[in-house]
């Protein structure tokens, strides 16, 4: 059974038996179920298939607390998912059978790796032979490798494929290209196709410079978007993927080439669609605002990390791993205290584990920490300095007063830390649509103050190339529970509203 996502503890029983359980609500899983399936003497007969699922507050799991509502229960979309005895591993933290990997691209080729694992539950050993190819977007073949493997019984064996793309057609916003790759495993006697996993692959090359900004395919690129939310009105976060899809082509058609997606891991139609739409992307884990001083909370954050990663590795759109947004927004303990000292260090040792697992994981895209505008805390704390990236969260001319001092704050933090690149992670003002105002003024919840407040933001951003990107908070309204405002229950921040009207 594959679940796209339960929030937020699943135990999944079949035959009233107890076959699994997974901790977190924004993150795919998979529970080997045939164990405990019932088979009659003409095949499978009636089986029963429960799932319990806990949506209480639960201090080891994140999210804590945030500006956002924790809907529960199955949300998005559950498979059965039937395979051969021979088969590429399911039981990989629900990622896809093969791993994609483009450690060398340029101008001139592209060289492709296509990792993963065989699973064998027969009692013998079997001879396989393992194919590649890579299609064009036409569907002809340009590229076929193959190799034999031996795989024990009722075992595993890993591989790897290699193979070179000449002259590729780069993937980036303005031409999304996408090849396709499909691998097969095949007896190696008789030819017969036991599984075939498949993926799309864009091939491209980036980096982010403290200086000059973003790099995609060796030219810079200006990243400008907006965060996004998984709710829409009357169907808290149980969308069906059209209108995931559309939400991405909302941001593309008002001429958005980045999106955060915030502040948890999103149904697989979200970044499927930035790979067709060419969007990029940055992913990220939920945890927000404060954490626990304990082994399962962190434990808990360091396997959500590995399952966005894994889940979500081979999607050419994505170029960021993010986790801790504005973590020190609510510090435990009182100021100054021993407790909050310590409370900081734990904070700050948790993010370095998560950013070398994350290194480890997949070294081929960046860290980053989006923060809080308390630039003094989280470079005194240390956290700052531990991302590839920076992310901030800046509410000048809204939270705070003054529109300049969000350009005031981009100077210092070059002049700071000029070796970091920074990534302006969140700007924005509600809106009601209802209010209009031919003196618009800061809380007044017009749409004309949101105009001024976004020109603004967008002039300075786009003046200093050492800023590499920009995501407005947020693409859409969305449901936030406590807030009590002009719109009861809702963040209205979106440059659409919660059913998408622009």
Same mark, same amino acid.
């Given at each position: 059974l594959y679940f796209e996502g339960v929030n937020q503890v699943a135990e999944v029983f079949v035959n009233s038996q107890p076959a699994g359980k997974h901790t977190g609500g924004y993150t795919a899983f998979s529970i080997p179920i045939g164990r405990y399936l019932k088979f009659g003497a003409g095949g499978m007969t009636a089986n029963?298939?429960?799932?319990?699922?806990?949506?209480?507050?639960?201090?080891?799991?994140?999210?804590?607390?945030?500006?956002?509502?924790?809907?529960?229960?199955?949300?998005?979309?559950?498979?059965?998912?039937?395979?051969?005895?021979?088969?590429?591993?399911?039981?990989?933290?629900?990622?896809? =059978?093969?791993?994609?990997?483009?450690?060398?691209v340029n101008n001139d080729k592209a060289g492709i790796l296509v990792e993963g694992s065989i699973s064998n539950t027969l009692n013998k050993t079997n001879g396989l032979k393992i194919s590649c190819d890579i299609t064009d977007a036409r569907g002809a073949i340009i590229s076929h490798s193959e190799k034999k493997l031996n795989v024990p019984g009722m075992g595993q064996a890993a591989f790897s494929i290699s193979q070179t793309v000449k002259a590729p057609h780069l993937w980036s916003p303005a031409d999304?290209? @996408? #090849?396709?790759?499909?691998?097969?495993?095949?007896?190696?006697?008789?030819?017969?196709?036991?599984?075939?996993?498949?993926?799309?692959l864009g091939l491209r090359w980036f980096s982010f410079d403290a200086d000059k900004g973003f790099f995609l395919n060796g030219k810079p690129l200006k990243l400008i978007g907006a965060n996004r939310h998984q709710d829409f009105r009357e169907m808290a976060n149980a969308l069906p993927n059209a209108l995931h899809e559309r939400d991405m082509e909302l941001l593309k058609n008002m001429g958005g080439n980045f999106?955060?997606?915030?502040?948890?891991?999103?149904?697989?139609? &979200? !970044?499927?669609?930035?790979?067709?739409?060419?969007?990029?992307a940055s992913g990220e884990i939920p945890i927000v605002n404060e954490i626990t001083e304990s082994k399962a909370f962190s434990n808990n954050c360091l396997t959500m990390q590995?399952?966005?990663?894994?889940?979500?590795?081979?999607?050419?759109?994505?170029?960021?791993w993010a986790y801790m947004n504005e973590v020190l927004l609510h510090p435990h303990f009182q100021k100054g205290s021993q407790q909050q000292k310590d409370?900081?260090?734990? !904070? &700050?040792?948790?993010?370095?584990?998560?950013?070398?697992?994350?290194?480890?994981?997949?070294?081929?895209?960046?860290?980053?920490?989006?923060?809080?505008?308390?630039?003094?805390? #989280?470079?005194?704390?240390?956290?700052?300095?531990?991302?590839?990236?920076?992310? $901030?969260? @800046?509410?000048? =001319? $809204? #939270?705070?007063?003054?529109?300049?001092?969000?350009?005031?704050f981009l100077d210092h933090y070059h002049?700071?830390?000029?070796?970091?690149?920074?990534?302006?992670?969140?700007?924005?003002?509600?809106?009601?649509f209802h209010s209009h105002s031919l003196q618009p003024e800061r809380f007044d919840k017009t749409v004309e103050y949101e105009v001024?407040?976004?020109?603004?933001?967008?002039?300075?951003?786009?003046?200093?190339?050492?800023?590499?990107?920009?995501?407005? $908070?947020? !693409?859409?309204?969305?449901?936030?529970?406590?807030?009590?405002?002009?719109?009861?229950?809702?963040?209205?921040? =979106?440059?659409?509203?919660?059913?998408?009207q622009p």
């Open positions: 029963e298939v429960s799932v319990k699922v806990d949506n209480s507050a639960n201090p080891d799991i994140p999210p804590l607390s945030a500006d956002f509502s924790f809907f529960g229960g199955i949300y998005r979309d559950v498979y059965l998912v039937a395979a051969s005895p021979v088969h590429f591993n399911m039981d990989n933290f629900a990622a896809p =059978g093969i791993r994609i990997k483009t450690p060398d999304p290209y @996408l #090849y396709h790759v499909v691998a097969r495993i095949a007896d190696a006697h008789t030819g017969e196709v036991l599984d075939e996993q498949d993926s799309e999106s955060r997606i915030a502040h948890y891991p999103q149904d697989s139609a &979200v !970044l499927q669609a930035c790979d067709r739409l060419g969007i990029l590995t399952e966005m990663i894994r889940q979500n590795f081979n999607h050419p759109s994505v170029i960021i409370y900081f260090a734990h !904070l &700050v040792t948790l993010a370095k584990s998560i950013d070398s697992l994350t290194h480890a994981e997949d070294p081929s895209r960046y860290t980053m920490i989006p923060c809080h505008g308390d630039f003094n805390l #989280y470079t005194s704390t240390g956290l700052a300095d531990v991302p590839q990236i920076v992310g $901030w969260n @800046l509410y000048s =001319g $809204w #939270y705070s007063a003054g529109l300049e001092g969000f350009e005031k002049q700071a830390m000029p070796h970091k690149p920074m990534i302006v992670t969140e700007f924005g003002a509600d809106a009601d001024i407040y976004h020109r603004h933001y967008i002039k300075q951003i786009m003046d200093r190339p050492f800023v590499a990107g920009a995501t407005v $908070w947020n !693409l859409v309204d969305f449901n936030s529970e406590f807030r009590s405002e002009s719109t009861p229950h809702v963040n209205t921040k =979106g440059l659409v509203t919660d059913t998408r």
